[in-house]
């Protein structure tokens, strides 16, 4: 009886040690789930299975993942697996450029010299609302510039904090 209550307390002492070694966001999401989301709806959108890709992009995208909303954005400019709207792709692409990338600002460049300018004037008070919503400051990411490996360019790269 005693080696079962050992072996018990022995386990339950292990889990809340697990349980206590993983990160998790402020709003109490663990490291782990949070990057499922993310990688799960890039695997989805590179697998071509659509409906599962922007489910979990969108999820992401909310959460403030760059990637995440940088894709979505992309799904919806392209007609990705949803029909296209540009209203939509505009706005969580303009949230994504706080991380600034050299292939996300080519890309970036060129939708945006392609968007009639009263267009994206009249979307700036919805981007400014997108940014206060699922921004880098409202969704607790830290941005920093860093060099990518082997370059002298700098790139401002945006993740999650986790505590």
């Known amino acids: 009886m005693k ?64 990637t995440s909303q940088y894709y979505l954005a992309q799904m919806y400019f392209q007609g990705w697996g949803i029909e296209p709207n540009y209203e939509e792709g505009w706005l969580w692409l303009q949230v994504a450029m706080e991380q600034k990338t050299a292939e996300w600002n080519r890309s970036f460049r060129s939708i945006r010299d392609a968007l009639p300018e009263d267009f994206k004037t009249s979307m700036q008070p919805y981007v400014d609302e997108h940014i206060a919503k699922y921004g880098a400051k409202a969704q607790d990411l830290r941005c920093e510039k860093r060099a990518a490996i082997g370059s002298n360019i700098k790139e401002i790269i945006c993740s999650k904090r986790f505590y």
């Open 3 to 66: 080696a079962i209550a050992f072996a018990m307390l022995f386990a339950g002492i292990l889990v809340s040690t697990a349980a206590d070694a993983q990160s998790s966001t402020k709003d109490k999401m663990w490291e782990s789930e949070y990057l499922s989301i993310v990688e799960g709806g890039l695997y989805a959108l590179k697998a071509e299975k659509y409906e599962e890709a922007y489910t979990k992009l969108l999820e992401g995208a909310k959460l403030g993942n760059k």
